[in-house]
């Protein structure tokens, strides 16, 4: 039985190579439990039989020594990756588990103050209002309030604390524990 072609026997390296990286990868990425020290062995041995031998073809030397380096290169990447897992830094293989990125929860804050005896007299005051809360709820992720539903509410609100006595009425858009808040207070003492 004639001897195996070094062509054949290349193209078994090769496909070897692919099926180490193939595990590494798999391993790197927490899919396999330990390396794949059986495959990394019988490719080396592979590496180490055909670099004694000669190889008398250029074409299949060259293809070869292109496969020898890119193992070493190959070893050379998953040994620092290894020795960076065991001391516990990210290394080559950087990809701890992904972590959901941390919402960012707005920091508790008073945003706008206005007060207010006629709304409608008033609607600088009140557009200004407005978009300060809408600005306020788009940064926590609140819905959008539209604005006629704002304008009602705060002529409501105006109308209910005038009764009680009060020529003027403030508005506060505040954020309190990541919640966008809108308080409306009666000024007491302020002459009409």
């Given amino acids: 039985m004639p ?4 062509e054949k026997e290349l193209k078994r390296l090769e496909v070897e190579l692919k099926q180490l990286e193939a595990e590494y990868n798999m391993f790197f990425s927490g899919r396999l439990p330990k390396p794949p020290w059986e495959t990394r062995s019988r490719v080396e041995a ?3 039989q055909y670099d004694r031998a000669y190889i008398q073809n250029y074409g299949d030397r060259f293809r070869f020594h ?3 380096a890119r193992f070493s290169a190959f070893i050379d990447l998953w040994d620092r990756g290894l020795r960076a897992r065991e001391e516990g830094r990210p290394g ?8 959901e990125p941390e919402r960012k929860k707005p920091e508790d804050r008073i945003l706008h103050v206005s007060s207010f005896r006629d709304p409608l007299r008033e609607m600088d005051k009140l557009t200004e209002l407005y978009e300060s809360l809408s600005e306020a709820r788009r940064e926590v992720g609140e819905e959008q309030v539209p604005f006629h539903k704002f304008a009602d509410l705060v002529k409501k609100q105006v109308k209910k604390l005038r009764e009680t006595g ?13 919640k966008v808040n809108l308080t409306a207070r009666a000024l007491k003492g302020v002459s009409e």
């Fill in 3 to 6: 001897p195996p072609s070094i």
């Fill in 46 to 48: 592979m590496v180490k």
């Fill in 66 to 68: 292109t496969l020898q």
């Fill in 92 to 99: 080559p293989f950087g990809q701890q588990r992904a972590k």
């Fill in 166 to 178: 009060s020529p003027e009425v403030a508005f506060r858009v505040a954020v309190k524990d990541g």
